[in-house]
């Protein structure tokens, strides 16, 4: 075997390489006239993707195409979930392309849940970083009936978050109990995001939570019942914070609106 790409010892300091080195996992794909080396990096939060006209040299660095805690997107440089480790590639299915990947959940590298985003390569080849989001390949999840909380896209904490493997950190989690995918040990600025719902028309949501806690959803305070009203929107993003006290989130139900409502 030879190496066809740099590792962190070997990449020349100053460049995107050495920020976002080979590490493990590759994967490579042909679209078009370019072959695409898909690896974890370095980063251990992220995949990131060389090109070749080659498929066993001249790979060049580009660029990453997904981090499991949203670090990059658009510049962001807040772990915005567990970021940890990575694996994964892309795939082009019917005509559109997508990178499938796993995020950790109950803050340790061996708890794993798999993901799927859409992307888009540019006619340079370029890929575009994806958002982690509630949806995955569809463009919003249908806003009715129940669903487990666990699924938010980003679980934002105002404590730090370490990055890698390492012991485990004790931070608000998504974990299972009794079945059901939920949101543990959420304290006071604590964030879920949820990208995206598809709200037809003017409905409530409840959000169901065991604990002593204050919450607010997109800047709103919930009703004795844990419910607000949520706008009609087709591509709505939910956000829910924890103001005060701490609790596990369970589940999110959209109830239609009342017609005195």
């Given at each position: 075997p ?5 590792s ?6 100053g460049?995107g390489l050495y920020?976002?080195p080979?590490?493990?996992?590759p994967?490579i794909?042909?679209?078009g ?6 690896y974890?990096?370095g980063?251990n939060n992220?995949?990131?993707y060389?090109?070749?006209e080659y498929?066993?040299?001249d790979f060049?660095f580009?660029?990453v195409i997904?981090?499991?805690s949203d670090?990059?997107y658009k510049g ?5 979930n567990?970021?940890?480790t990575?694996h994964g ?5 019917g005509g559109k392309?997508y ?6 959940t109950?803050n ?5 849940q798999?993901?799927?985003e859409?992307i888009?390569i ?8 994806a958002a982690?989001?509630?949806s995955?390949?569809?463009d919003?999840t ?5 669903y487990?909380?666990?699924?938010c ?5 105002p ?6 493997v ?7 989690r998504?974990?299972?109990?009794d ?6 040990d959420l304290?006071?600025?604590t964030e879920?995001v949820y990208?995206?719902?598809e709200?037809g028309g003017?409905?409530?949501l409840?959000v169901v ?10 800047g709103?305070?919930t009703d004795?019942?844990g419910?607000?009203?949520?706008p009609a ?6 956000r ?7 609790c596990d ?6 109830f ?6």
């Amino acid at each position: 075997p030879f190496a066809v790409l740099d590792s962190k010892t070997t990449a020349e300091k100053g460049t995107g390489l050495y920020d976002h080195p080979f590490y493990e996992a590759p994967s490579i794909r042909k679209i078009g006239d370019l072959y695409y080396l898909v690896y974890s990096s370095g980063a251990n939060n992220e995949l990131a993707y060389a090109v070749s006209e080659y498929p066993d040299r001249d790979f060049r660095f580009k660029g990453v195409i997904v981090s499991n805690s949203d670090l990059g997107y658009k510049g962001n440089k807040k772990p915005k979930n567990n970021a940890s480790t990575i694996h994964g590639s892309i795939e082009r299915i019917g005509g559109k392309d997508y990178v499938f990947y796993h995020r950790c959940t109950n803050n340790t590298d061996f708890s794993r849940q798999v993901c799927a985003e859409p992307i888009s390569i540019g006619p340079d080849g370029a890929i575009e970083q994806a958002a982690m989001t509630t949806s995955g390949v569809e463009d919003a999840t249908p806003g009715t009936g129940t669903y487990p909380a666990g699924i938010c896209c980003n679980l934002i904490t105002p404590k730090k978050i370490r990055i890698g493997v390492g012991k485990q950190q004790t931070l608000p989690r998504i974990t299972e109990k009794d079945g059901e995918l939920i949101l543990a040990d959420l304290t006071a600025g604590t964030e879920a995001v949820y990208k995206y719902f598809e709200v037809g028309g003017r409905k409530k949501l409840r959000v169901v939570f065991d604990g002593d806690a204050e919450i607010q959803v997109n800047g709103i305070g919930t009703d004795e019942d844990g419910c607000v009203t949520l706008p009609a929107d087709p591509k709505l993003t939910v956000r829910i914070k924890v103001v005060k006290g701490k609790c596990d989130i369970r589940l999110l139900e959209f109830f239609e609106l009342q017609k005195q409502e």
